[in-house]
């Protein structure tokens, strides 16, 4: 009997072979759920939440979040699969295959009475020579050729074929524009906009930035060229004070005066304005546009607009930021030391009203540090999964660009380490060349997966790419659509490297942890009550 026992008649225990059963077939449950989604030709999942609200998606991290998952382990594998999302941007759904054909694999020996701390020993020494392996594959690429291949390769499996490939260009051409030599990449600085409109065929790549609000007053003009652009966080309002205070007037008169103070105070803000709208625009058809983060009230609007300069209030703060990086100029705290030098520069400057919505773009920007990516789509689910898509595909270019290497995908890497693992055993003494075996077995799981997928016989599609295989400086791959072996490097076909390394990390680690594992215990404080 459990020693818990004693201490608490009311936990439930599972101990040794139940406890392994326990945590292979949660990880095996998990693996039939998400195996359909793995590859371009993968299914959909259509998910419907409690209040009744539909999502289409084959995201695997998507997925695992909206998925409501009771059991601990397999909530355990879904919260590590995510972790991978976070960190890399792509192979949830690897990683909760491997991890589960890991458990399957290590479960024939253990049930032939290997010890589970043996196969462990062995998924770790496979682990060094998969990370080896995978160290020879990769190539070292960098041009936006390369850049748009990776970038196809991850999109392909979240989206259909068209909407990947007008997207894989917008992404690449995106992260171009804001990458700096010698600095890290900050995809921040690539805003992601939806309009609800058109089809997802018209998602484009913006140049500048497009923000979800418009200038607040009729008689501004709607649409500039060749603008001069003030970034600026000055209010335009009178504002109470920020202690309590009043104020006392005897006569009418001094209340004038008052209301007359009140005003200059803001209508000497708005001539410093006007003043440099003059001194840089003269006669010529030149626009000018105030972006202010702060307020600005009528009388200010009104006198702006006299002016032929278009305002925009209340700007969101993260715009501020971006405006100058797309635009150039300084953004702006305060009129008194304000110079041309200031300012920035768009070509073109309008206004997109929509429904009830209004969206201000600012387009043909000189040397913009910051893009948008505008995705349209006929209604809120497809947006949503575009969007999803396109943030994935941003991590992918983002990988690729900092590792400097890419590994060949359509399941290459995957045979290349099978391979690799079955000569590595003959090296490896006792027990653990079992253990060895078991991982290299799973690793197939992703290639099966594939073409199970795409509709081809698992194992025909096997055993013609490890004939086909030679070696890892050529790797061969699975070409989904004739079920036959291709080369990846020659179809474009590759993996972000940091992913690859990451799955191999997480799971043999996960995998390595929920083998050893010989007593599962509730007993938390929940269920000492009554």
Do not use: W
């Amino acid at each position: 009997m459990a020693a818990v026992k004693q201490l608490n008649p009311k936990a439930e225990v599972a101990r040794a072979a139940q406890a392994l059963d326990l945590n292979i077939s949660a990880a095996m449950g998990l693996q039939d759920v998400l195996r359909t989604n793995l590859g371009p030709k993968g299914t959909m999942k259509m998910l419907v939440s409690g209040s009744g609200e539909i999502k289409i998606t084959k995201d695997g991290n998507v997925l695992l979040h909206e998925m409501q998952i009771q059991h601990p382990t397999a909530s355990l594998i879904a919260r590590v699969a995510t972790a991978q999302d976070d960190i890399t941007g792509d192979g949830t759904t690897s990683n909760v295959l491997i991890i589960g054909e890991l458990l399957k694999q290590a479960k024939v020996y253990i049930s032939d009475g290997l010890h589970p701390r043996v196969a462990a020993e062995g998924f770790d020494l496979a682990k060094k020579k998969a990370l080896e392996v995978l160290d020879a594959m990769s190539i070292k690429k960098n041009s936006r050729d390369d850049l748009i291949q990776v970038a196809r390769t991850s999109l392909r499996t979240k989206v259909k074929g068209q909407v990947a490939d007008l997207l894989t260009e917008c992404i690449v051409d995106a992260v171009l524009a804001i990458k700096k030599e010698g600095e890290p990449l900050d995809l921040h600085m690539v805003e992601m906009m939806s309009m609800e409109h058109k089809t997802e065929m018209e998602t484009k790549l913006v140049k500048g930035l497009v923000m979800d609000h418009g200038a607040r007053h009729p008689d501004m003009p709607k649409k500039v060229t060749d603008a001069f652009i003030l970034t600026c966080n000055v209010s335009l309002e009178y504002e109470k004070s920020e202690v309590n205070s009043s104020f006392f007037y005897k006569t009418a008169e001094e209340r004038e005066k008052l209301v007359k103070a009140e005003r200059a105070f803001c209508d000497d803000k708005v001539q410093q304005i006007i003043d440099l709208k003059r001194q840089v625009c003269g006669d010529t058809d030149k626009g000018f546009v105030v972006i202010n983060q702060k307020g600005v009230d009528p009388n200010s609007l009104d006198a702006l607009a006299r002016e032929g300069i278009v305002a925009l209030r209340r700007a969101k703060r993260r715009n501020m930021e971006r405006i100058v990086l797309a635009c150039g100029g300084t953004a702006m705290n305060s009129f008194d030391d304000i110079k041309p030098e200031h300012l920035g520069h768009a070509g073109l400057f309008y206004e997109h009203v929509l429904g009830d919505d209004k969206f201000t773009f600012i387009e043909e920007c000189e040397n913009p540090q910051s893009v948008t990516i505008l995705i349209k789509g006929p209604n809120k689910h497809t947006i949503t999964q575009i969007k999803d898509a396109a943030r994935d595909g941003l991590r992918a270019v983002k990988n690729a660009v900092e590792d400097g290497k890419i590994i060949p995908g359509a399941g290459a890497f995957e045979i290349g380490v099978y391979q690799a693992l079955q000569q590595y055993k003959n090296e490896v003494r006792g027990k653990q060349r079992l253990g060895v075996e078991a991982f290299a077995d799973a690793m197939l799981i992703i290639p099966k997966c594939l073409a199970q997928n795409a509709g081809h016989d698992a194992q025909d599609c096997l055993v013609t790419l490890l004939q086909e295989y030679t070696g890892v400086d050529r790797p061969v791959g699975l070409d989904l659509t004739s079920g036959q072996a291709m080369f990846p490097a020659e179809a474009g076909i590759y993996d972000n490297y940091c992913v690859k390394k990451q799955l191999l990390n997480s799971c043999t680690v996960i995998a390595s942890n929920l083998l050893i594992v010989d007593e599962v215990m509730r007993a938390g404080m929940s269920s000492l009550k009554g």
